[in-house]
């Protein structure tokens, strides 16, 4: 049955879910079955990701004062700055090219190391099998002395102190514990759950009834006709059994969102009548880069007219950009404001030269005779909006010389744009531009983070830090509930649909091959079964995500290109 239905969600039930998108699909589902079942009002389901309900243990660990619990949880951005220091300060990662473009992937391993139990004393660390093991295990033992001495602990440490405060009856858990969309749990959560049992908890692993039906396997020419294939599909079940839930699962999202975007807007939405994402009958679970949302995009762009000489191309763009100060009102002004640039200037210019023109007045006749002050008017190119604009740009250079803390930075970043209308611009395209700005925020407030963690920065270090939140941070607009949606090959698990169609799956990319992780001792990460560490392991994830997808919809349709750049292509052999 659904498990939205369970009448112990009403009660002290906490239901934990595998990931973040199937917390709220259930949490939805629940209110609109008490709706329909005529309620007027209840209590919400302790509905949540495991990782939300990790921080919820941890709170109550800190109220109880559990041993480690004192300790600050760096954000994730503050664990990567912790990350960068050690290895800005590390004698070993300077014989590197660029020792911080590691933090990331050094983060990550140690992630891996703790929540799967790794051996740290291992001799495999030490062998000359490879040299990044070693490096790894020197830097790993920087950081944690870092954190030590500066009172941090890293999330993935928080599972094995909550472990141990439950063994030694520290901690109120609930009595009744559901779990419900995991493929598998990483060995420090296996350990977790077995405290909360032996604890007396009644710990239940929730599976859903497998949907029983047909399914079919569809050979397309190539990608593009797979892609309208598939939207055709989408319309045809939409049409013929309106409110039926219909998803579309695609093995690359990230790479094809566009591309799968625009297929079903051909055939669901035809002549553009959608208006806004609001209007979209689809829903894409995956978001973007909130430095790819092109309202994001328009201020760093801004951002590189602070630099010594401007690119003609940042130059271009910053003039076409609808989201600042005058953008619409200015923008045949503009158009003819880059012609002149382009045609008068070498590929990289100063700001004083775009000031020059954008407030040019024209002084002198076709003869070259200057004009009486009364004949004199601004020439064609004329933007004095823009000119406000690069006078604010100019300010800001000006003003901020010198290095600052990342929160002053954050404040000083964001008047800057204020002053040159790009949250005017931002609010007057209503909701979508209300929530990009909200996530921009949130970006801003991750930079000011970086206060505990990092010393002053320079101006170009900060936009530099902001950037690289903006990458992180995902963006996706909040739209009504649809009952088209698009979605990832691991975002299944949990979920029940009417007709399902899987797309791209062929004997080049599933099972996917294995990467293992370059920082690991083979033997550790083969002994452990580490994620994407060997095609054994790689082949049994496929497995059973390929079986969860036959037991999602009565109907599955799986289909893949029968070419790719002029190869062909075979089917996945599972």
Not at 118 to 129: F, I, S, V
Not at 181 to 192: V, Y
Not at 252 to 273: C, F, I, K, M, N
Request: some cysteine.
């Amino acid at each position: 049955s659904d498990v939205y239905k369970r009448q112990d969600l009403a009660g002290e039930f906490t239901l934990v879910t595998g990931n973040s998108r199937l917390a709220r699909v259930l949490g939805n589902q629940y209110g609109q079955w008490r709706i329909a079942r005529g309620d007027s009002q209840w209590k919400s389901p302790d509905i949540l990701p495991w990782e939300a309900w990790l921080g919820r243990l941890w709170e109550m660990a800190g109220l109880l004062g559990i041993e480690g619990a004192d300790r600050a949880i760096p954000g994730g951005h503050q664990l990567l700055s912790l990350w960068e220091r050690t290895l800005r300060d590390d004698a070993r990662a300077q014989q590197l090219l660029r020792p911080d473009s590691l933090a990331a992937r050094l983060r990550d391993t140690r992630k891996l190391c703790v929540l799967w139990q790794l051996d740290m004393n291992h001799a495999a660390w030490k062998g000359d099998e490879n040299e990044n093991h070693a490096a790894f295990n020197h830097w790993n033992r920087a950081f944690e002395a870092l954190c030590r001495r500066e009172r941090w602990l890293p999330p993935e440490d928080r599972t094995q102190l909550l472990t141990q405060a439950i063994q030694k009856d520290g901690l109120n858990l609930p009595v009744k514990f559901g779990l419900i969309g995991f493929d598998e749990f990483n060995p420090a959560q296996q350990a977790l759950l077995e405290a909360m049992r032996d604890a007396g908890s009644h710990v239940e692993s929730i599976s859903l009834t497998p949907a029983r039906g047909s399914a079919a396997l569809w050979q397309s020419q190539d990608s593009q006709h797979e892609l309208r294939q598939m939207a055709r599909w989408v319309r045809h079940w939409a049409e013929r059994e309106p409110g039926s839930r219909i998803a579309v699962v695609v093995h690359d999202l990230q790479s094809r969102r566009r591309e799968v975007e625009r297929h079903l807007g051909d055939s669901l939405t035809p002549a553009g009548e959608t208006n806004g994402d609001k209007a979209k009958p689809w829903n894409i679970s995956l978001g973007q880069p909130l430095a790819q949302v092109p309202m994001i995009e328009s201020a760093f762009e801004l951002f590189r007219w602070l630099e010594k000489r401007i690119d003609i191309q940042d130059i271009g763009r910053v003039l076409r950009s609808p989201w600042l100060s005058g953008g619409n009102e200015e923008h045949s002004r503009r158009a003819l404001l880059e012609k002149c640039l382009r045609e008068n200037y070498p590929r990289q210019l100063k700001l004083n030269e775009i000031r020059y023109r954008a407030g040019e007045i024209r002084k002198f006749d076709e003869d070259h005779r200057e004009l009486p002050p009364d004949r004199q008017e601004p020439q064609i190119w004329n933007c004095p909006e823009m000119l406000s604009v690069i006078n604010q740009l100019s300010r800001f250079e000006r003003e901020h010389r010198r290095k600052l803390p990342p929160s002053e930075w954050a404040e000083a970043i964001d008047g800057l744009l204020a002053g040159a209308g790009w949250h005017s611009a931002a609010e007057a395209a209503g909701e979508d531009g209300w929530q990009i700005i909200q996530k921009w925020k949130d970006a801003l407030r991750g930079l000011a983070s970086l206060d505990a963690t990092t010393r002053l920065l320079g101006r170009r270090a900060a936009i530099a830090q902001l950037q690289q939140i903006c990458r992180e941070k995902v963006f996706q607009a909040r739209t009504p509930p649809a009952t088209i949606q698009v979605l990832g090959l691991y975002e299944v698990s949990g979920l029940r649909f009417d007709h399902l169609w899987v797309l791209g799956l062929h004997n080049d990319n599933w099972p996917p091959a294995a990467q293992p992780n370059p920082f690991i001792p083979g033997v550790l990460q083969k002994k452990a079964q580490l994620p994407q560490s060997s095609p054994q392991r790689e082949l049994e994830v496929a497995r059973t995500v390929t079986g969860r997808l036959l037991h999602t919809a009565p109907d599955c349709v799986f289909s893949y290109p029968g070419q790719l750049d002029g190869e062909t292509v075979l089917p996945s052999p599972l």
